[in-house]
């Protein structure tokens, strides 16, 4: 029987899901900002009524299916129902942010235009958690440590960070005078919040907390608080979780371990 030092590969239903939310994560913040080459600027809020028309929504849309994509690869083992409620509930994402990226490059803005918008936060959070419970469930109920259950957790831990991101942008835009403070931003430009909030997430989530972008009304400071807390704890729970199952003279194959500990 051949034994390695080594964490064994599985299936990886997990590594494109982790690649799209890194996308989102490093790329949107960076590009959300650059004008649409085929509309260009348009006038800022708070001159003649409309936006600075940006790649930002394009860009979500783009990265939002993709998340859908790779979850549905993701899931693809979780029960049938729940696979259901999540597709049913993914396509309808789909057509919100594919919709509210039209209405936005065609400057049409109206009061049940932002309903949808509120809509596609809601159920983004929503979603994005069943997706996440159930990698987490994968993860956790595993017998031994394999790469894709390594890839399963860190999509995880960035889940969090982006649900905590569009709770703040939901959050903002209810008042956006008096809940966060952003040096040289302005506060207006929607288009910069859901970036905004990414930095200010995983800046908080992982501890760093460099200050210049502050919660100042106490709903967004207890969020911030709640998010800096289930980082540390799911960091220290999932750490003890994957050392009590690693064992470094694992067989070749894992699926045979995991086959056999089940039989036992």
Same mark, same amino acid.
């Given at each position: ?9 599985? !299936?990886?239903?997990? &590594?494109?899901?982790?690649?799209? +939310?890194? @996308? /989102? =994560?490093?790329v ?35 990265f939002h ?23 049913g509930?993914g ?15 065609i400057?049409?803005?109206s ?5 949808? !918008?509120?809509?596609y &936060?809601?159920?983004?959070?929503? +979603?994005? @958690? /069943? =997706?996440m ?5 994968y ?9 894709d ?35 040289g ?12 909030f ?34 540390? +704890? ?31």
């Open positions: 029987m051949k034994y390695r030092l080594s964490i064994h590969s599985d !299936r990886e239903h997990c &590594l494109f899901l982790m690649l799209a +939310l890194m @996308l /989102l =994560v490093f949107l913040p960076i590009i959300e900002g650059i004008p649409l080459p085929w509309i260009g600027q348009r006038g800022h809020a708070g001159e003649s009524g409309n936006q600075i028309r940006v790649i930002g929504p394009l860009a979500l849309a783009v299916t993709l998340i859908l994509v790779s979850s549905a690869v993701a899931v693809s083992n979780s029960r049938v129902l729940t696979r259901r409620f999540m597709f509930l396509a309808a994402q789909l057509l919100c942010s594919w919709g509210i990226m039209l209405t936005k490059a400057e049409f803005d009061a049940a235009v932002e309903t949808v !918008r509120q809509f &936060l809601w159920t983004t959070i929503v +979603l994005y @958690l /069943l =997706v419970f159930n990698v987490l469930g993860v956790l109920r595993g017998k031994t440590v394999t790469r259950r390594i890839f399963g957790a860190i999509c995880v831990y960035i889940f969090l960070g982006i649900i905590w991101a569009f709770g703040y942008t939901i959050l903002h835009a209810w008042n956006p005078e008096s809940t966060f403070t952003f040096p931003t302005d506060v207006n430009n929607e288009a910069y919040w859901l970036g905004d990414i930095y200010f997430s995983f800046v908080t989530i992982t501890s760093l907390g460099y200050g210049d972008i502050t919660p100042v009304s106490r709903p967004a400071q207890m969020l911030a608080v709640s998010e800096a807390l289930t980082g540390t +704890l799911f960091m220290v729970l999932l750490m003890a979780r994957l050392v009590g199952l690693y064992n470094p003279f694992q067989e070749d194959n894992p699926s045979k371990v995991e086959s056999r500990h089940e039989q036992t």
